[in-house]
């Protein structure tokens, strides 16, 4: 009886059935990494090394692979660096099975974004070059309005308080809860559907954070990872933009400002935003950033960053202060 093969043994046969590539030398589990949808695995060839990424075969995520290649060709098309994909020897973009696909692209080096000015303009400058030059490109349908974390996270938060209130329940943490609720209930006004029509919408990378920015020697080497790309928000980007390379854990507004005024400045420099865009990016930035913070403390064993739910609380009490402040100061200067 025959051994049943590996699925690194299956993925390696398909490659060499349906790529050029000459002798497929090592195939290898890319560690350390999301599996969210698909499995990445490292291949190296006489042509090179690549990354091999499966996918689940239905019509929905077929649609988005096609988009996504097409929109891969055109940001290198417009001198944004990413992934080439690897055509098969029949001019595919993607190899299918009858329960799964399988794309290659070109392996990129380098490793994720650290947060310096450098790399903060240069992320600022590409992102909005992104939603510059992707205006007008198809995209497969689905609501703009309805993007990730536009809505206030109630359940998620009250989980999350839970947690703090474990460690330890006293006025302190009251009024640190009493801050962050003042914040969300005016987000959950700026954010509302009926004024979201205000927001300039278009085709988004839907993930943008510094592990799927990769550089090298201070150079943006890779945008990768556009699973989630695709008809949105402008604000979608530029609130995960702002939460993960300019908020993050600190709690230094000169640092805060800085890194926010930064990004924003080089990313205005392609499209400017909208003074209803402004105001309400403060307030997405914030929502983003509280659910990504109650959502990730259970996954992660209790801490982010480092911190426990109680310090965490701390934090985001005087980071949401402090974006409700921004917001405040953009009405000003109106």
């Excluded at 699973?227 to 390379?245: K, P, T």
Aim: glycine fraction near 8%; charged fraction near 25%.
């Amino acid at each position: 009886m025959a051994a049943r093969l590996t699925e690194l043994e299956i993925i390696g046969n398909i490659i060499r059935e349906h790529y050029d590539l000459g002798e497929v030398q090592e195939l290898r589990q890319l560690k350390n990494t999301h599996q969210r949808r698909h499995r990445k695995v490292i291949v190296k060839s006489e042509a090179g090394k690549f990354l091999a990424k499966t996918y689940k075969n239905d019509p929905s995520m077929m649609d988005a692979l096609y988009f996504q290649h097409n929109l891969s060709g055109h940001l290198k098309h417009s001198d944004l660096p990413v992934a080439a994909i690897q055509k098969t020897r029949d001019g595919h973009t993607f190899v299918w099975t009858d329960d799964w696909a399988l794309e290659l692209q070109g392996f990129i080096g380098g490793g994720q974004m650290l947060v310096t000015e450098e790399t903060l303009q240069i992320s600022g400058d590409a992102l909005g070059k992104f939603h510059q030059v992707c205006q007008g490109l198809p995209t497969p349908l689905r609501d703009a309005r309805k993007w990730r974390f536009s809505e206030v996270p109630e359940d998620t938060y009250a989980g999350f308080y839970d947690l703090a209130a474990k460690e330890r329940d006293d006025d302190r943490l009251a009024a640190h809860d009493d801050k962050i609720q003042e914040f969300l209930v005016t987000a959950h006004e700026m954010l509302d559907i009926g004024r979201r029509y205000a927001f300039e919408t278009g085709i988004i990378h839907g993930d943008w954070h510094s592990g799927n920015l990769l550089f090298q020697d201070e150079k943006l080497k890779g945008i990768i990872d556009m699973e989630f790309a695709g008809d949105g928000c402008y604000l979608e980007d530029l609130s995960y933009a702002v939460s993960n390379l300019c908020i993050r854990t600190t709690t230094k507004a000169a640092k805060m400002e800085f890194r926010t005024g930064i990004l924003l400045k080089n990313y205005e420099a392609h499209r400017v935003l909208s003074y209803a865009e402004r105001v309400a990016l403060y307030y997405a930035v914030g929502v983003k950033h509280v659910t990504t913070v109650c959502y990730q403390t259970p996954q992660l064993g209790g801490r982010v960053a480092g911190y426990t739910p109680r310090q965490w609380m701390a934090i985001l009490d005087y980071q949401t202060r402090w974006l409700s402040y921004q917001a405040e100061k953009v009405r000003l200067e109106k």
